[in-house]
């Protein structure tokens, strides 16, 4: 199996949530992660991001156009 490489930055816990639901039914792997850190109170989520989702290279693409159709959902 591939290893899991860093595929977007993901904007906000609500989008991580909306991708997360819609990797599990289309059994994508993926994992993400916050980059939250309670030393710091959360500074480099205001620099970095909410945090990534991270996943094999071969669904990349795939990630990618459903995080597109979900930010798009999201700015009506």
């Given at each position: ?69 979900l ?6």
């Amino acid at each position: 199996m591939c290893e899991n490489q860093k595929i977007a930055v993901l904007e906000n816990e609500v989008e991580a949530s909306f991708l997360e639901t819609i990797l599990m039914e289309r059994e994508i792997p993926f994992n993400i992660r916050s980059y939250h850190d309670s030393a710091y109170d959360g500074l480099f989520q205001l620099v970095k991001g909410w945090g990534a989702v991270y996943a094999p290279v071969d669904f990349k693409d795939e990630i990618l156009e459903i995080l597109n159709e979900l930010r798009n959902s999201q700015e009506v």
